[in-house]
């Protein structure tokens, strides 16, 4: 409760910065016996990561505390609501993608049948978002990345957000496309033509 009342962006970075921090709240929000602990660690660990830049010393390190705190289903909320805004951020993209388990933690709460909708949708647009960089496009041509926005792409739209989701995807196929040399792997991928070519006649319907 404290740390979740000293955290703000005057305090972010000392905080960030203080050894051994970061790593302990990812623990305590992944592996303590109480749930409302979890979650008052998780909170603590997203008010931080909220102020913390890619410019600043801790940036890896707060990368690696959200990937572990995204293990916890209770948890998983706060950090694809964090991690999409932080892809949001031009200059934290090329890292961010880079980051261990980063892409993989993105794509397995976009699919998880533990998921809301809610954490679906800020997954895939983090993703979405990750994808706008050019240098990243390669390197997310991979079957994790690509089994997700096959699966977001195939959601029938029965709700709004379903719906949302199926366009971030979508938009990130596209940008992937835009790689010449991702385009074989991309039409040899289990379900992805078929999903293109399902947007493709949902367009066409519209006009």
């Known amino acids: 409760g404290a740390l979740t009342n000293l955290a703000c962006e005057e305090t972010a970075e000392i905080l960030?910065?203080?050894?051994?921090?970061?790593?302990?709240?990812?623990?305590?929000s992944t592996s303590d016996g109480s749930d409302d602990v979890q979650k008052r660690a998780a909170l603590a660990l997203t008010k931080i990561a909220n102020s913390i830049t890619s410019k600043m010393p801790c940036h890896e390190t707060l990368l690696s505390s959200m990937v572990k705190t995204a293990s916890s289903i209770k948890c998983c909320t706060n950090v694809a609501a964090v991690l999409r805004s932080k892809a949001r951020i031009m200059e934290n993209r090329f890292s961010m993608a880079r980051h261990p388990n980063l892409l993989e933690t993105l794509a397995e709460i976009s699919t998880s049948d533990q998921s809301n909708d809610k954490d679906k949708d800020n997954a895939m647009r983090a993703i979405m978002h990750l994808t706008n960089e050019n240098a990243n496009r390669k390197m997310m041509a991979n079957k994790s990345i690509l089994d997700a926005l096959v699966n977001a792409a195939s959601l029938s739209c029965v709700t709004h957000e379903n719906e949302v989701i199926r366009d971030s995807a979508i938009t990130a196929i596209e940008r992937l496309a835009t790689d010449v040399s991702n385009r074989r792997i991309m039409a040899m991928h289990d379900g992805l033509l078929v999903a293109i070519a399902k947007a493709i006649e949902r367009e066409a319907k519209a006009e």
């Open 16 to 28: 960030g910065q203080h050894d051994g921090l970061l790593d302990v709240l990812a623990e305590v």
